[in-house]
Each structure stands twice: as C-alpha cells, then as structure tokens.
C-alpha cells in the first residue's frame, strides 16, 4: 500500500522538476545573449535604456538596469547622473534614497521633486548641506511648509529651475525669498491665492531668469506681480498667468494713467488668463513676438487698445484672442479693428470660441487702391465660434479675403503678403462637409 502511495507521490514531484528545469533552460536562454555581448553592445544598449524623456523616472529605470547583468550593475553605479534625480513621495522614500543611492551621485547637480506636502520640510532639509548642487527642485505643499527650519534660506548658487505648488491655503510674505538663487532661468508657481506683492518678490535678483509662469486658483490685483518683473524685466523671455475673474472685474483695471510701468525689453512671449490681461496696463514691451489671451475681461479691448496707442509693437507677429467662458464678445464695435489697425507687423491672427462679423471680415479683403487691415498677415483663423455652421454671408466674405490675398502685391505703397493657403484648403473642405451634411439629412 505504501508503495502505491510513494509511486503515486513520485508523478507531480517528477513533473515539477520537469516544468523547474524547463523554465530554468528558458530564463538562460533569455539572458545568455545579453551576457555575450561584447562590451561596445553592451554600453549602446545601456545607453539608449538609460535616456529617459522624464527625469523623474531616471532612478527607477536605473535601478532596473542595474539588475540585468553585472556589467550593467558595474556601469550604472559608475554613472552618477543615473542617481541624481531626487524624487519622493513619502518619509520611507527620502529614507531609502539616502541610504543606497544619494552616494553614487558623486559631486553632480541634483534634480530634486518631492510630491508630498507631509515630508516636503523634512525634503528639504535632509539635503539642505548639498543645496549648492541644487539644479533643480519641485515641491508641493502648504504655506509655510518650505520654509527652512533654521530660518535661513537655502543658498542654492546653482538653481536653474524653480516650482512650487500649492493649492492648500494663501501664501504668506516671502514664498521666494527662502531660495537665494541668483541664477535661476525657469519658476513656476501654482498658488491659491496672493496676499501682497512680497509673495513675489526674489531674495536676490536673478541675472539670468528667462522665463515665469504663475497659475493662481483664487484672484489677486496683477501689480502684485510688479516687484518680480522690475527684478527680472532686463533677461525675461516669457511670461503666462492665469487667474480667475474678480467678483468685480473693474477692480484688476487701472482707473488711471500707471507710474512707473516696467520695462521688459526681453519679453517675446506673453500668455494672459482672465484678469491678469490688465498687467498690459502696467508693462512695456517693445520686442513681443507672440501674445496670447483667454477668458478675456470685458475691459479688454480698452486695454490692449490703450497699450497699443502708447507702446510700439513692431515685432508682434502672432496674436491668439480665446474667448472661451468669457463675458467679452470680439464683436462690440470697432474696438478690435481699431488694435488692428496698430499691428502691421501681425502675421498670424487666431480668434477662437467667438463669432466674427462680415463687417470686420470685409477690412481684411484686399481691394485696388485701399490697403487691407494688417497687411502682412499670412495665417488666420477666425471661424472657430461658428461650431458647425457657417452662415453663407460670412463663408462668401472669407473665400473673398484668401481670394484677394492669395498672392503678395503692393497697394499704395503698402505690401500686401499672401495668405496661407492651407487656411482656404482647411475651410473649404469644412463648408464641403457642411453641405454634404445637409444634403444627406435632406435626401432622408
């Protein structure tokens, strides 16, 4: 009996030591080759898995790599870029980073990121003694969660990069002054809401910050953002902010001329959001190449209009108005025309989620012997707010404005350039699916 019993045993046992030796036979297949490999291969490969497009993901594909084969293992803690980005997203993580990685990082710039508002303090001051290594850092939290414990700001001689997001609670005075970062390019905020102009303000002024992005959740008057441009006016390159409306929109417009309006020579980009389109009344900037509105005030045109009168715009070439959720209509009067009428270097005009008249459309005709309004204009799209419909009045006026501007002439001493013919392209293939659209419902 008990034979039959360890006969009966002996089958399974037998059949997983088969399946065993089965897959140990295809793991060496499997990794057999990558062994082999001559060393050249080998680094190509290393190379190309080790180059990841986000940076935050650089450590965990780093410590997969390191787990192939030896050489990789050998290669990879030789490496110290592969250890540098610093992101956490709890106590454990910050914990096991200092522990096996931050000592492979040698001497190299760190790339910090820590994602959580409970540790972002501890974050910070865990790597506060390698602050001069600082390249990068990207933090979430409260207000007041990044102020250093020691009060002392971190003297980071080599920040390039700065965000910081918080949509907890109002930032109080001196958000930016506990970075001492002279040579900061790029900072990003995402805010709640502002409480004064010292919010703003750099604890020293960089001489080499090109670009400034402010996403804020609740609305603040837009001078507040004043005292950072009047530090980084002579080197910023672009500038976006975004906020929603005040309860009353007229508060966020100037009542009067402006003292004291910043000088922003550098600026080529600008990018408004809401109420933040009354900093035009506040800044002058020859040299901007593109500006971009969205959710416009109903105040808008009034001052754009009344900074197109005062400043130059020589250089403006690209103009997007979206009026998306906006109590403004790109049709009242001849408000738009008459900003227009100061853009002659305007080449790219897009107004999207509003519906344009056939008066405005007909400016843009050009006609012998009166020049067009903006004449160097070669990429247009202005048909956006119709959603599907195009009255035959305003698809008639269109046609006649690619028509007329189809090739580059000269009126009256004014040259005429010729309109992109792709826009034609793009709206007759749309009126051709609107009206097969209509005769098939018809046929039914």
Not at 8 to 22: F, I, M, T
């Amino acid at each position: 009996m008990s034979f039959d019993i360890d006969t009966q045993r002996s089958g399974p046992v037998c059949e997983r030591q088969e399946v065993a030796a089965l897959q140990d036979g295809q793991r060496s297949l499997v990794t057999a080759p990558v062994h082999r490999l001559v060393p050249d291969v080998l680094l190509e490969i290393f190379i190309t898995a080790t180059r990841s497009e986000y940076e935050y993901s650089q450590l965990s594909t780093a410590r997969t790599i390191s787990r192939v084969s030896t050489f990789w293992r050998r290669l990879a803690r030789d490496t110290p870029q592969l250890w540098t980005c610093v992101a956490v997203s709890s106590r454990r993580d910050l914990e096991l980073y200092m522990a096996h990685y931050f000592s492979l990082t040698g001497d190299s710039a760190l790339d910090l990121c820590c994602d959580s508002a409970a540790v972002v303090q501890l974050f910070l001051d865990t790597l506060r003694p390698y602050a001069s290594r600082w390249r990068s850092v990207s933090i979430i939290g409260q207000a007041g969660a990044f102020r250093p414990s020691r009060g002392d700001p971190f003297i980071t001689p080599n920040l390039r990069l700065l965000r910081i997001m918080n949509d907890q609670g109002l930032d109080e005075e001196g958000l930016l002054s506990c970075f001492d970062a002279p040579r900061l390019q790029e900072l990003t905020l995402g805010i709640a809401g502002v409480t004064s102009d010292h919010v703003f303000v750099l604890r020293s002024a960089s001489r080499a910050l090109t670009r400034v992005s402010i996403n804020a959740m609740t609305s603040f008057p837009v001078a507040h953002v004043i005292p950072l441009l009047q530090q980084c006016g002579a080197t910023l390159q672009r500038l976006d902010i975004n906020m929603p409306p005040l309860p009353l929109s007229f508060e966020a417009m100037p009542t009067g001329p402006v003292r004291n309006v910043c000088a922003m020579h550098s600026l080529t980009a600008l990018e408004l959001g809401y109420e933040a389109c009354a900093l035009l009344s506040y800044i002058d900037a020859p040299h901007l190449i593109e500006l971009r509105v969205f959710d416009t005030p109903s105040y808008f045109l009034e001052v754009f209009l009344d900074y197109a009168t005062l400043h130059s715009l020589p250089h403006l070439t690209r103009l997007r108005i979206d009026i998306s959720d906006s109590a403004f209509d790109v049709d009242t009067g001849p408000g738009l025309i008459r900003v227009l009428e100061r853009l002659n270097a305007l080449e790219e005009l897009y107004i999207a989620n509003s519906t344009v008249s056939e008066k405005f459309l007909r400016y843009l005709v050009c006609r012998d012997g009166v020049p067009p309004l903006v004449p160097n204009l070669r990429a247009m799209d202005l048909l956006n707010g119709y959603e599907g419909w195009i009255p035959d009045r305003i698809a008639k006026v269109q046609r006649e404005v690619y028509a007329s501007r189809a090739k580059r002439r000269r009126i009256c001493g004014t040259t005429v350039a010729a309109l992109d013919a792709v826009g034609k392209s793009v709206l007759d293939e749309f009126l051709d699916m609107v009206d097969s659209s209509e005769q098939s419902i018809g046929v039914s």
